[in-house]
């Protein structure tokens, strides 16, 4: 890999976790980091202030376990994927941003605080998701059971468009059942990751 380091020997290395995507650090490499985290596969950085390579987690434990490692068009920056154990910052947050490094799927995230915060409201009046889970968790479910069977109808079809209406409506849906089961998307996945292995 070639790898343009400026004036100082030093090279912007960009910290994003594997699984969540999301951003969490920002550190500096050497060629004698890059080539450590290479060698031990957990990442270790060039550390201005105290002048010395300084491998993250190596006080806290909360180590950066090397996924890949990847320079951009002009190879003066790289993005570092990982596995981190435990929290990135010296903070205790996820991240340097005083984030937490929580999966997120995107829309859908959005979707399910959503459908939450009218279920929490309860004004039947103005939301069909309050409205709908005033009814109980068995009219939920039929819901979802009758959105299956409409998105398998036109599956048969081939009318694409009335398919994707479908599709959105029963995925409405199954986030409305969730959330009448005290489930979210990250229960789903957790599951579908435990028979991945």
Known sequence: MTIK???????????????????????????????????????????????????????????????????????????????????????????????????????????EDVIAERVANKDTNKSYVASLFSKGINKVAQKVGEEAVETVIEAMDNNDELFLYESADLLFHYLMLLQAKGFTLKDIEAELKGRHK
């Open 5 to 111: 380091y400026d004036a100082q020997g030093l090279v912007p290395a960009i910290i994003q976790d594997a699984t969540t995507s999301k951003v969490l650090m920002l550190g500096y490499m050497n060629e004698e980091a890059y080539k450590k985290t290479v060698d031990t596969k957990q990442v270790t950085f060039f550390s201005r202030s105290k002048q010395r390579l300084w491998t993250k987690g190596e006080e806290s434990g909360n180590v950066l376990n090397l996924v890949s490692i990847k320079n951009d068009c002009d190879n003066d920056s790289l993005l570092i994927q990982v596995h981190p154990a435990g929290p990135t910052c010296h903070k205790g947050t996820g991240n340097c941003w005083g984030e937490e490094n929580n999966s997120t799927y995107g829309f859908f995230s959005n979707l």
